[in-house]
């Protein structure tokens, strides 16, 4: 996936770095529809988003820093001219040993806790186009794109 927008098409940019911790992900719901709101969304593209970036921020803040007590999360939103909104949220954190295993429905890279799993398959779903990239040892960057429709006339 080329997730790059072209510099000269980009309408607005936004990057936020917050600390792992766990009411930091509702500040990150609210940041971005904030964000996205003069673009005048739907109600549900604003639901998709929002539970979107909340699953890939609780994913940094429950499983990227380990047993290291504070890490920072990162997450940089930028939308087009063609209204492409993409979300890339960061961390420094242990990164991610098996991509392919982590993407699947169920799986939980920490057994006995309650945790459903699901937090790929989520952003799959209510995101167009879905990149992980992760290092262990270095951390992992979850990049989301999704196309706004086009605002309508009356």
């Keep these: 996936m080329?997730?790059?927008?072209?510099?000269?098409?980009?309408?607005?940019?936004?990057?936020?770095?917050?600390?792992?911790?766990?009411?930091?992900?509702?500040?990150?719901?609210?940041?971005?529809?904030?964000?996205v709101a003069p673009l005048d969304p739907t109600v549900e593209e604003l639901t998709e988003i929002k539970t979107a970036v909340s699953e890939?921020?609780?994913?940094?803040?429950?499983?990227?820093?380990g047993d290291q007590k504070e890490g920072f999360v990162t997450m940089e939103c930028t939308v087009d001219q063609e209204r492409r909104l993409m979300i890339s949220v960061m961390d420094n954190g242990v990164g991610i040993e098996d991509i392919s295993k982590a993407r699947e429905p169920l799986y939980t890279s920490i057994p006995g806790e309650e945790r459903s799993g699901m937090g790929f398959t989520v952003m799959e779903s209510f995101m167009d186009k879905l990149e992980v990239e992760s290092t262990p040892g270095e951390g992992t960057r979850i990049t989301m794109i999704k196309n706004l429709d086009m605002a309508y006339e009356f």
């Design 2 to 35: 080329n997730s790059k927008l072209e510099k000269d098409s980009v309408l607005n940019r936004m990057k936020l770095e917050f600390l792992n911790k766990s009411e930091n992900e509702s500040f990150a719901r609210v940041a971005v529809a904030a964000f």
């Design 56 to 65: 890939a921020v609780s994913n940094a803040i429950i499983h990227a820093y």
